[in-house]
């Protein structure tokens, strides 16, 4: 095997890597000609100042996060088997949680793989990664999960504003395989058809499992708005749940048009309508027009997508709610979830009361959320814990 570069990290700047922190920024190494020469995405030794060999780590010397721990063991060698390893382990506990193979197989640093997100939809992977290293090791990865797992196609959607951050490309592709139209996946007994190639993120927030399941319990014979709708994930689980009427809202076209697709193969499309209007703008008119709803579900993309905003954002969760709490009858419930990890849980909750307040409602909160157990959270980042939700009961 070819040596690998060190880096070194700067006198007394080792401690929360020992202690389990998988990241080291760029202020904690010593940052010489040497290491800024080393091209992005390079596996390296890191060391401490007077040389104690602290793991292997994908390096990039152009980024705040210039370091993500691999393993502490320097000496691993990561190649092919390693990636085969970590999947191996990540599908282990999949298996242990699901009975059918749709879920969050890798989900960065929380599996030992960071940077790296596979989704699995049956026979079919779907693949970010997100950070010069994992890029650098595209086919080992590649060869790893078809090793694995013997997929049928392998998708690359490398499309995420931070590759721009490391130096990388934008680009969606079919990687191994082929795809013969959309995928369809399962979901709490619902059936949906994806386009991998073409929708956001993976092409499905698996994160929203346990809590479309939840808000599904209040459909039976109810009224529903599911707005930033998406798939139509939350809708068509509550139409299959009983409930007499579905409106699905996005300003997406395409969304709506897969969210049909999928009311149709579950034979609920009698019963589920879709609307095409951006969201703000619609529940206003919808608060004019005099309608009301049972359960409303407002679940929007980040409204933060740095810290600085993080005040417009708030504002924004707080507007939504409002708007939401409008629209509900007396006794109705309300879902609103927030994906910015940039803002905090106590933040959006105190948006969600103020917005409540806004609207001159009271109520209770019944469940609060996060992802669902295929999005593991690392314990020293609490980064990876990005998904909070509040389910209330209003008076």
């Not at 749709?102 to 989900?107: A, G, K, V």
């Not at 529903?224 to 409930?243: R, S």
């Not at 905090?344 to 409602?361: H, Q, S, Y």
Request: proline share 5%.
């Amino acid at each position: 095997m070819k040596k690998r570069p060190t880096v070194r990290l700067q006198p007394r700047h080792d401690s929360r890597l020992r202690h389990g922190h998988p990241w080291v920024y760029s202020n904690e190494i010593m940052m010489d000609a040497e290491a800024k020469a080393i091209p992005p995405g390079t596996t390296v030794t890191l060391t401490t100042a007077g040389g104690e060999r602290l793991g292997a780590a994908f390096f990039n010397p152009h980024t705040l996060i210039a370091a993500r721990l691999l393993t502490k063991n320097a000496d691993a060698v990561i190649d092919q088997s390693f990636f085969a390893g970590r999947l191996q382990a990540a599908l282990a506990l999949r298996e242990r949680l699901f009975d059918q193979p749709y879920y969050r197989l890798i989900h960065a640093e929380a599996d030992g793989l960071p940077a790296i997100i596979v989704d699995r939809m049956g026979d079919v992977l779907v693949v970010q990664l997100n950070a010069a290293g994992p890029d650098c090791a595209t086919q080992d990865l590649i060869a790893a999960l078809i090793s694995t797992l013997n997929p049928k196609a392998i998708v690359l959607k490398n499309d995420s504003p931070a590759r721009l951050q490391e130096g990388l490309s934008q680009e969606t592709h079919l990687a191994y395989g082929e795809l013969c139209g959309p995928v369809e996946l399962v979901e709490n007994g619902a059936r949906f058809l994806i386009d991998p190639l073409e929708g956001q993120k993976t092409g499905w927030f698996y994160d929203q499992r346990d809590s479309r399941a939840f808000v599904a319990r209040f459909a039976a014979g109810a009224k529903i708005l599911d707005a930033y709708c998406y798939g139509g994930g939350f809708g068509i689980t509550a139409a299959i749940a009983g409930a007499a009427s579905v409106t699905l809202l996005d300003r997406s076209a395409t969304a709506l048009e897969a969210a049909g697709r999928s009311a149709t193969l579950n034979d609920v499309s009698g019963r589920c309508t879709t609307h095409q209007q951006e969201v703000f703008e619609a529940l206003d008119a919808m608060a004019a027009a005099g309608e009301r709803y049972d359960v409303v579900v407002v679940d929007p993309p980040a409204f933060a997508k740095s810290r600085k905003d993080i005040p417009v954002a708030v504002k924004g969760y707080r507007k939504m709610v409002r708007q939401a709490a409008e629209l509900l009858t007396p006794g109705g419930i309300l879902f609103a979830a927030s994906c910015s990890h940039n803002v905090g849980v106590e933040e959006f909750a105190e948006a969600v009361a103020r917005g409540l307040d806004d609207a001159g409602r009271a109520g209770r909160i019944l469940r609060q959320a996060g992802a669902g157990p295929d999005h593991p959270v690392h314990p020293m980042l609490p980064e990876s814990a990005y998904l909070k939700s509040l389910t209330l009961a209003l008076d």
